[in-house]
């Protein structure tokens, strides 16, 4: 009877202890192709990025993405065949030249990202990619499109590449648009400066 009594009561007791129990919460888990659209004043194009292949290159675009560190910023490098990039500069407010066209500043950045070329994405015509001067690892916010296949962006088993870590989905033919536009010198550029500012008014999840 006393066993047949404490089975009973753990058998009463077990659901009890059960329900008790904190619920398990699932991690939303991110997705491994976010998109976003690029907003400019030349039209719009959507990029697809690939965080399973460049995580931290796509983390540190998202965050600049998320401050609307991009709004304001133009294209200041240009050049046909090649590449269309920004990322980095803004217009001043008061610096003026005499005809009319204002002067480019830098925008403050955070740290340099960790050169992710070496991830098996290609530069071809259509992906997007990390600027960066020639040391390695300097990368910031700066980010170029492929106007047509540039393999020599590519790592070679010498040297490090540049960090392809998206695509244009959406829009190419408005990234065309902006790549044959004539380009010409603007403080501090010397050359490769669309004549016609070419802004990005935001940078906006897809959904």
Not at 6 to 19: D, N
């Amino acid at each position: 009877m006393r066993l047949a009594g404490l089975l009973l009561c753990l058998a009463l007791l077990a659901p009890l202890a059960t329900a008790q129990e904190a619920p398990a919460v699932a991690t939303p888990a991110l997705a491994t192709h976010p998109r976003v659209r690029v907003v400019t004043s030349a039209g719009n194009f959507v990029i697809e990025l690939d965080r399973g292949r460049a995580p931290r290159t796509v983390e540190a675009f998202l965050k600049y993405v998320d401050a609307e560190f991009y709004s304001g910023v133009i294209f200041h490098r240009v050049v046909a065949g090649f590449i269309a990039q920004a990322g980095g500069y803004a217009e001043t407010d008061t610096d003026t030249d005499s005809d009319g066209t204002k002067d480019l500043q830098p925008k403050s950045v955070s740290e340099n990202v960790i050169n992710e070329s070496g991830n098996g994405l290609s530069n071809l015509r259509g992906t997007v990619a990390f600027a960066r001067t020639t040391e390695p690892h300097s990368g910031t916010s700066q980010f170029y499109v492929n106007l047509a296949d540039n393999i020599d962006l590519n790592p070679r088993p010498t040297r490090w590449g540049y960090a392809v870590f998206g695509k244009v989905v959406e829009g190419m033919e408005v990234v065309d648009e902006i790549g044959h536009r004539p380009t010409g010198a603007r403080p501090p550029f010397p050359n490769n400066v669309p004549l016609e500012t070419v802004v990005i008014e935001r940078i906006e999840h897809v959904e």
